[in-house]
């Protein structure tokens, strides 16, 4: 007889995949899971029920109808990673509106395209953002109510603002919320994915009730999410990401999530917040090897040192064994069951991870010596692919099978092809309805037989798992006419030092490879101090015998594992940092190519001519 509350569980998050809006299934799930927590802050500062929540966003979404966000309109929001975001969006998405996030890194000019392509009459933000969004309004008008979520009320924050407090009081007598919610049909835009292009301004990507519904079925499939999952939520909300992983799929499976509004501070939350699944960018994975490596490193202790040292050697072994397909040995079988229950699991629990049932990586190429080390450890690493076109799905390693150097094997519901010069292509119904405003670039996006082209090189092993070789626009072919990917050099650099920060590899119609350098800003100032450097300046670091040879070290430590025609013959360290949202990078920290190669034209010239 199924009497466990895990069977129950199971059939109550079958109920909420079974909607076919988001609206739908948050009701199921705040219905079925009344008492669990929702969202929370660390230390418990903060700590929200589902039924709490549920109470919360039906309040807000009357004060929003009442403010006249009606369905198929859209509210843009400027908010950090913390709770008052998942009240307002999940309100407005119940009235069939469109929430959509900005982000916090944008500039006055960049928030105002968004508001004007969208058309946002409301928007929500908090006081840190509040004279940005009020100079862009004043120039543009758009906006006619601006909610300050960490405001006083009483309109004490400026002419058209209003706390969220008051929200709930402008709300309409008579307003009926579940016959706002009921009326959401599956094609209703649920949220728009402003791509931060490299070139051009961003493109807002429409994102349907049923692309999600259908991308939490197959995301489902894969990970089989444990009932009543741990996130945290770190990344900005305005990557598909992020959206999905601590905001629609939590509605869809109950998950409780902690709130984490400095994304700098991910790794230190999660010890506490010990989550089930962890999705983060390679930079976060980096930096994580770099700091586990330089505590074994420094540890005082020779005894403890050597054993973490065997521990990690038996875990590489074992790694390598099973990448290769070969049959483990009993004597590795039995030695790796030692080092793992000595030492390997308890840097697991030290990291936070211990109880992950699944941890991923996307958004950029991994260094498949990253995705090897945890494997090491422990923790099954795996990498996925997706777009925010495809809702952030598209393939992904299964936890039991993770092939390292690939991004694994179709999702499920999502078929993938490859055209003849290699792009990979997308049918499913994760894929948006098109861009907003943009019919022209809809069309180039999806073609007449319903297939997104990707603009991503891709290549398929003999099992049918996916690697991705690089952006279709971005290959490198140099003077000789070899193609190259730089996001795989670029990649390879990175992770051959903790000091090196970003690198853009430049080769185009050259002879060789060169590089642009910058600092880690974590690992410089650390740096510094070890070596005696008083100015831990960027500009004075740049100048610095030691750091450059150990950017050099670096180097040559990715040369090792690059081809010689992909190798970095020169490079040059620049004096500054790249900012996310910069001129160099967008949000997502991709580099903005041809930005680069205008503003160091002379710095770029300089590494072929002198």
Request: hydrophobic fraction near 40%.
């Amino acid at each position: 007889m199924e009497s466990s509350t895990a069977t129950q569980d199971e059939r109550r998050e079958e109920r909420a995949l079974g909607q076919d809006t988001v609206c739908g299934a948050f009701q199921a799930t705040a219905e079925d899971h009344a008492d669990r927590v929702a969202i929370r802050t660390k230390g418990d500062e903060v700590s929200i029920t589902w039924g709490e929540y549920a109470q919360r966003v039906r309040a807000a979404a009357g004060g929003l109808a009442g403010l006249g966000l009606a369905r198929g309109e859209a509210m843009a929001i400027m908010l950090t990673n913390r709770p008052e975001f998942h009240v307002v969006d999940a309100a407005a998405m119940h009235l069939g509106a469109t929430p959509f996030s900005v982000y916090n890194t944008y500039s006055s000019e960049q928030i105002e395209y968004l508001v004007e392509d969208s058309k946002s009459r409301v928007l929500v933000t908090e006081k840190a953002f509040l004279d940005r969004i009020q100079a862009v309004n004043e120039r543009c008008g758009v906006v006619d109510h601006i909610v300050v979520v960490d405001g006083d009320g009483g309109g004490a924050e400026g002419k058209g603002t209003l706390s969220l407090a008051e929200l709930p009081e402008q709300a309409e007598s008579g307003f009926d919320f579940d016959a706002a919610w009921r009326a959401v049909e599956p094609d209703d835009v649920l949220t728009l994915i402003y791509t931060s292009g490299t070139t051009g301004p961003p493109k807002g990507v429409e994102v349907m009730h049923r692309n999600f519904m259908t991308a939490a079925r197959s995301f489902d499939q894969i990970i089989k999410f444990p009932a009543g999952s741990r996130v945290v939520s770190y990344l900005p909300m305005a990557h598909i990401a992020e959206r999905a992983c601590s905001h629609y799929l939590p509605e869809a499976f109950g998950f409780t999530v902690t709130c984490c509004p400095d994304p700098r501070q991910v790794v230190a939350y999660l010890p506490e917040v010990r989550p089930n699944w962890f999705f983060a960018v390679p930079r976060i994975w980096e930096k994580a090897k770099a700091a586990l490596e330089a505590g074994m490193a420094a540890e005082e202790d020779e005894q403890r040192k050597q054993a973490t040292s065997w521990a990690l050697d038996v875990g590489m072994r074992r790694v390598r064994a099973e990448q290769a397909g070969e049959e483990l040995s009993e004597e590795l079988r039995a030695e790796h069951e030692k080092a793992d229950s000595l030492v390997l699991s308890k840097i697991r629990e030290r990291l936070g991870l211990h109880e992950a049932q699944s941890v991923n990586v996307g958004a950029a190429p991994t260094p498949p010596e990253v995705i090897e080390f945890f494997h090491a450890i422990g923790i099954p690493l795996g990498e996925l692919w997706g777009m925010s076109e495809t809702c952030g799905a598209g393939t992904c390693n299964r936890p039991d099978h993770v092939k390292i150097g690939t991004v694994g094997p179709p999702a499920p519901e999502v078929e993938i092809k490859l055209a003849e010069d290699g792009e990979v292509l997308v049918k499913s119904g994760v894929v948006m309805r098109g861009y907003r405003n943009q019919p022209d670039k809809t069309a180039e996006a999806i073609d007449s037989d319903g297939w997104l082209h990707t603009g991503d090189i891709g290549e398929f092993d003999d099992d049918g798992f996916l690697r991705i070789v690089d952006r279709k626009k971005e290959l490198i072919i140099n003077a000789a006419g070899k193609n190259m990917s730089p996001a795989n050099i670029e990649a390879k650099a990175k992770a051959s030092s903790p000091l090196i920060g970003q690198v853009a590899a430049i080769g185009d119609r050259r002879s060789y490879i060169a590089a642009l350098i910058t600092l880690d800003p974590d690992a410089a100032p650390g740096f510094a101090k070890q070596h005696g450097i008083e100015d831990d300046s960027f500009a004075a670091l740049a100048e610095e015998d030691a750091v450059l040879a150990e950017v050099q070290r670096g180097i040559d430590a990715a040369n090792e594992d690059l081809a010689r025609v992909e190798q970095i013959k020169r490079f040059r360290v620049l004096p500054t940092d790249w900012e996310p949202g910069g001129e160099e990078l967008t949000p997502t920290m991709k580099l903005k190519r041809k930005p680069v190669a205008e503003k160091y034209a002379e710095e770029i010239e300089a590494l072929y001519t002198e």
